[in-house]
């Protein structure tokens, strides 16, 4: 309606509602949310694509003058993400740099992970180098963090049991030649580790796919009588940190389709990387922007990155993965025949 007349009365409307539920939008916060929403409704550019024939020709091509022209929108739109974290309620963080591995990547307080305090006495027990990123229906269902330093193993470990986590994807191939990295799940058979005093994680089977491995867990809980909760992992093993993106689009589409298989039960799916950020940004608007193709057969890269961002600013920065994001879309419409779902259901 506001697109139609070319304005809106907020007010009024909001008025209309709390006449009938008094509870409605009762603090300014979310008045100031109403509008900041409008704006980005009303005045960002529609940059979804229909998953028909023409997407093919579109995707093929694109040229690195249309990928700038989409990066510089997102950043032109910035103020307007902050401003929408800003209105909502904020957790008081304290950010402790030892537990970085990056001092420029931190967690915003808007979509920061908060543990509970381990031991009860000890106040900066509750940082952890985390975010929650919302997938395309469900708000908070990923959380992504850096892969853990020595110091942070324990932390890691909390946050899945705390988070009742049962799949993790490990996106970047562990490097140990890096003094800040460390092995932090059991690797192979008769391989036990105890990350804290009450929790034993125990290797039980690993299956090799190709250009990653499916490991299979135990987390026994040694402080409570509790069935032990199993686990998985699945690891990356050809994308180092320093590649922006695989250089297969459809190897990254199989690991999402492996995640979504065994990750639909799991209350929260854990993304880890090396820095907390360029793979595990990537992946995440990856499952925003699959997830929206599989629902509406609509492909919307720039919209899958904003989402992402909302939780971390350094998600999804080189204009190579936009192209990737791309690529992968196509790729996916192509391997499941998305274009003839549409034309049966017309």
Request: charged share 25%; with cysteine; aromatic share 10%.
């Amino acid at each position: 309606m506001a697109k139609a007349e070319d304005k809106v009365d907020v007010f009024r409307y909001l008025q209309k509602l709390r006449e009938q539920r008094v509870n409605m939008v009762d603090n300014v916060q979310q008045y100031i949310l109403v509008h900041l929403i409008l704006l980005q409704c009303l005045l960002r550019k529609d940059t979804s694509i229909a998953c028909d024939n023409r997407l093919e020709e579109i995707v093929e091509n694109i040229t690195d003058a249309n990928i700038q022209e989409e990066v510089n929108g997102l950043e032109d739109t910035i103020w307007q993400n902050k401003a929408i974290r800003d209105a909502n309620p904020k957790q008081q963080i304290v950010v402790l740099q030892e537990k970085n591995r990056f001092k420029n990547i931190v967690p915003d307080p808007s979509s920061a992970v908060l543990l509970s305090l381990y031991p009860p006495n000890k106040e900066s027990s509750t940082y952890i180098n985390a975010v929650l990123v919302d997938s395309y229906q469900i708000a908070s269902k990923f959380i992504v963090t850096q892969n853990p330093l020595l110091s942070t193993v324990a932390d890691f470990w909390r946050m899945v049991v705390e988070n009742r986590v049962t799949i993790i994807v490990s996106l970047n191939r562990l490097n140990l030649t890096d003094p800040t990295t460390t092995i932090f799940y059991p690797l192979a058979e008769s391989y036990i580790i105890e990350p804290l005093p009450y929790l034993e994680i125990k290797y039980i089977n690993k299956e090799i796919k190709g250009h990653y491995e499916v490991f299979d867990l135990a987390l026994t809980r040694l402080d409570i009588q509790e069935n032990d909760v199993t686990l998985k992992i699945i690891q990356i093993n050809n994308w180092g940190y320093g590649m922006e993106r695989p250089e297969n689009p459809s190897e990254l589409i199989e690991v999402y389709e492996e995640m979504n298989y065994f990750g639909m039960s799991s209350d929260k799916i854990v993304f880890t990387c090396y820095d907390g950020a360029r793979a595990s940004g990537l992946f995440a608007a990856l499952c925003v922007l699959i997830d929206r193709i599989k629902l509406e057969q609509i492909c919307d890269v720039p919209l899958a990155v904003s989402t992402v961002r909302q939780s971390r600013k350094q998600f999804v920065r080189d204009p190579s993965q936009f192209l990737f994001l791309y690529k992968c879309a196509l790729e996916y419409v192509r391997k499941y025949d998305v274009y003839s779902i549409i034309t049966d259901t017309n």
